[in-house]
């Protein structure tokens, strides 16, 4: 089974900073866009950000000016650089593989929970 390896959640303050990564196997043919969701408590998966393989990155309003998503094609993995985190940030984070040949692949999420 194809496993997408996560790390970088955690516990933080309001207004502090975490970073996410996660890397993809090379078992992975054709990796298109590499990406962010999250899952709050009682709510469902949302987009965080998405990256194409040119480069063309995507974000939810809520995270704009705030998350940073970066990717290395030749490592093939994709970082999400989270700043001034507030409360509502709160949620398991998955990392997201798309390849044009397989389909999507999803990270296990990791909890990132901030704090007041």
């Known amino acids: 089974q194809v496993q997408l390896v996560e790390s970088g959640g955690g516990l933080v303050q309001a207004g502090g900073s975490l970073k996410l990564s996660c890397a993809a196997p090379?078992?992975?043919?054709?990796?298109?866009?590499m990406g962010w969701y999250r899952q709050g408590p009682g709510k469902q998966r949302e987009l965080v950000a998405t990256s194409t393989t040119g480069g063309i990155t995507n974000y939810a309003d809520s995270v704009k000016g705030r998350f940073t998503i970066s990717r290395d094609n030749t490592k093939r993995t994709v970082h999400l650089q989270m700043n001034s985190l507030k409360p509502e940030d709160t949620a398991v984070y998955y990392c997201n593989v798309r390849s044009i040949y397989s389909g999507q692949y999803w990270g296990q999420g990791t909890q990132v929970t901030v704090t007041s």
């Open positions: 090379i078992s992975i043919l054709g990796i298109s866009v």
